[in-house]
């Protein structure tokens, strides 16, 4: 098991005022895999110098350091570490940094607690290594190549986008090298999406995928918790042969299937 160590410090007249000083070190967290008989582990470092804590509003401010140590079977697939400052009910990420995957990941944002919409961040990573994504994930199996891209999210700037569909933007891209899954290419993809309390809207997709490309638009709106479901898929040159290679199970062979999915 981990450890932990903290102070706590509190005026006698005003209890709910706080000072906490804490140090916990590789607390763990398992994660079986009982299908495939494998285990992954979480090591999880948190430190504080001093965060002022207020009961009273809920709401906090000082520094929080945060490392975590990902591994499978024994061996260490990714470190991430996180610097952040807490301010009130907003969460300064200074800087995110992970190595592992066969790459790199770094990022920076904030984000507000009583106000999501308000957020805005980064993240990217850099040569991520498909066989290292299988050790993290083995749902992936079959998956290859490297990939590098970025996730970016904020609210709605309408001076550049007059015509988006929400108050809060979210946008990625994903370059591909040699990347393929049991066989079917995997190329470059991008896309916007917008949402709100409401209502998410995927206003662009694009993927290269099996030699063709794929576009989607997607509505998504909750009535009463119950979502309601609007898509739209085209189709250009996707390989029949491809996809059908793709979703046979693992080693069995298929004859050729010509024709492409327009």
Known sequence: GGQTRASVRFPIDAPRQMHVVANAAAWPLELADHQRHQTRNVLL???????????????????????????????????????????????????????????????DGYIYLDAPLQSAGRVDWQNIDAQSVIALAPFTQGLAGRYTGSLRFSPTDKQLEPDATGPFSI?????????????MAIGDASFIAHLDDQRAVLDQLKWNLAGGTLKAWTRVTWYHQDPFVHTNLQFNNLSLDQIVGAARPAGQSHKPVPGLIS
Do not use: C, F, M, Y
């Open 171 to 183: 946008s990625g891209s994903i370059t591909s090298t040699k990347g393929n899954w049991h066989g």
């Open 45 to 107: 470092w948190a430190q504080t110098r001093g965060i002022d804590v207020d009961l009273k509003h809920l709401t906090a401010a000082g520094p929080l350091g945060l490392h975590a140590n990902i591994a499978r079977n024994d061996q260490t697939v990714a470190n991430i570490s996180i610097d952040s400052e807490i301010l009130g009910k907003r969460i300064d990420l200074k800087s995110i940094k992970g190595d592992g995957l066969g790459g790199t990941i770094e990022g």
